[in-house]
């Protein structure tokens, strides 16, 4: 039985207490949360939560009956496959001495990334792509030293 | 002319107009500050009040409530403490799936996340312990609310339902509409079962020669047990049922193998262990059924017939899954049993029937006399004496075991015991709900001296209301099932299981204007029983029994099911 990841993506009520109802279905039956990305669509009473997480074959069945079980969740769909599309965002903080900041600016370009600040010694890069794509570049950050990294976890959607 | 649906009403008239329009006729609760305004509006109403003495006993009271009658059960309770007692009381009604909606009082809006005198999230404690739970924040909402947890709670797979009320919205005046039947467009439940699949049911049930029911909670929750019944007598399959399931299947009936797991009769588990096909109807897979799971029914095809999608491959593969509503999908079998072609087949099952009758002769349910009272003669006698109409609500515990082997239902909602959570202090209130459900019936609470204890402040609610329930201790002075295991698997060492000391229950009895009876002698049983039984009072009748009688069968925790410790 081996786990494997899987990104879960639902439409929820917008209303207080609903991600605590998601999140508290995940500890208290011993599943995993590897990401989490909540925000309101564009129906202001209707959030969309997109949840990454390990689970076996049965493991992901019962998360998903378990999910669709709370009343505050509209629809819920499994996503994965080509119709769907899935981006990752990471903002990086990494230390651009001279001599390197040539280097990081071509491996920002190469990926599409933008230099959203500026100092003296360190840049922070904004990223968007799949998660494969945030790894690699990060991974290429690494040896000039990345002091601080937000990611904002997989939002999904279906073509 | 006044429009009658167009009213200025403060939020604690709106919760009496919505409890009137659900027909509610009983509350279980207690007051305090945070719900005074809406026990004002209580007392205008000729809505029945039972207060309680702690508020578990208000939930477990609203709970065998609800068993008892069918209906949803109702309690409220202040804010605060009044709201975390009742959490034990929930925790056992989610477990077991009964409609219960309960209402607390919170403080008023604008103090809410101040630590204010009398403040807890009840909603935060209780989110995982409800079908679903709200925190009204608006007096706009309440009567919507209130219609939709009433609709949650008695609807699908039924459930406790908590409304947290803060004290400024039951004070606070609001145009009332009555709301329409609730409509949740993120809640539908699939009652009706897919026929394709039944179908399938129907053929494996031609094909087999070795197939068995297994009958949950699930069937009585449906109101299913006379399609139950017509369907295991018209397929000719036996019956065996988890301890919530009693009373689904008539225990008089020939079909009947006993029930199944832990201490399950020995031909309910052979039966499982050697079927060649398991049809489970309104069951979870408990773990106290199923045994190690790996060799549960390890030779049959599993069909499995649930309101809930959650239960079905969660504990269990299945061949067979059907969604639905068990009383319809029995129905729609019984309609297609009728045209299937079952002679053959029922003439092979005789070698089957004849291997469950020698399980029974060889190890029926049995124990030894001794010199002191034996727990399970008292079952007995009790059985006999009510003729087994009796409406019988447990604790937990050997007391609860030997309940479900000795005492045999014959029909549903005669058996009220805390399944899923096991939970000790059950049986006196629910005892209480149960007769002021019932009010002409004979309601007994089977009880350990351990666990009449943990709600024995009950005993003033019956009596306050001469409500007659009767009160059976099988008083081993144990903690005994925690012993029993001591003995079984932890060399007897008697780790903090011995209640040494216990009150002298006869005269706690008189002392709460109850009447107190006592049985020491085998001899006595009989007549004690009669008399307590007899009378038209609150009564406790202490047995003190054998100390160390243990439970069996017993399958150990974690062992097949067919591999029972036998007395």
Redesign the interface.
Known sequence: MTEEKHVLTMLVDNKPGVLSRVVGLFSGRGFNIESLCVAETIDPLISRITVVTKATESGIEQIEKQLNKLINVIKLRKVSGPKSVQREMALIYVMAKNGQRAEILRIVDIFRGKIIDVGSDHFVIEVTGDEEKISAIINLLKPMGIKKISRTGIIALFR | MENKDNRILTGAQILMEILKSEGVDTIFGFPGGAVIDIYDELSKTDIRHILVRHEQGAVHAADGYSRASGRVGVCLVTSGPGATNTVTGIASAYMDSIPVVILTGQVPTHLIGNDAFQEVDI??IT??CT??NY?VTKAEDLAGTLKEAFY?ARSGRPGPVLVDIPKDIAKTGVQFTMPEESN????RPTYNPNTKQLQKIITLIEESEKPVIFAGGGVILSKGSKELTEFARKAKIPVTASLMGLGAFPGSDPLWLGMIGMHGTFRANMSVGNCDLLIAIGVRFDDRVTGKTDSFAPNAKIVHIDI???SI??NIPVSVPVVGDCRIALDQLNQMIGEANLGNIIKKRQKWFNQISRWKTTNPLSYKQKEAIMPQYVIENLFNITKGKAIITTEVGQNQMWAAQYYHFDKPGHFITSGGLGCMGFGLPAAIGAQVACPGELVVDIAGDGSIQMNIQELATAVQYSLPVKVVILNNRYLGMVRQWQELFYDKRYSCTGMDHSPDFVKLAEAYGAVGLRATKPEEVVPVLRKGLNSDKTVIMDFQVEREENVYPMVPAGAPLTEMLLV
């Open positions: 909603v935060g989110r995982s079908k679903h925190l949650l949740l467009k993120s809640y809930d999608p959650t491959r969660k």
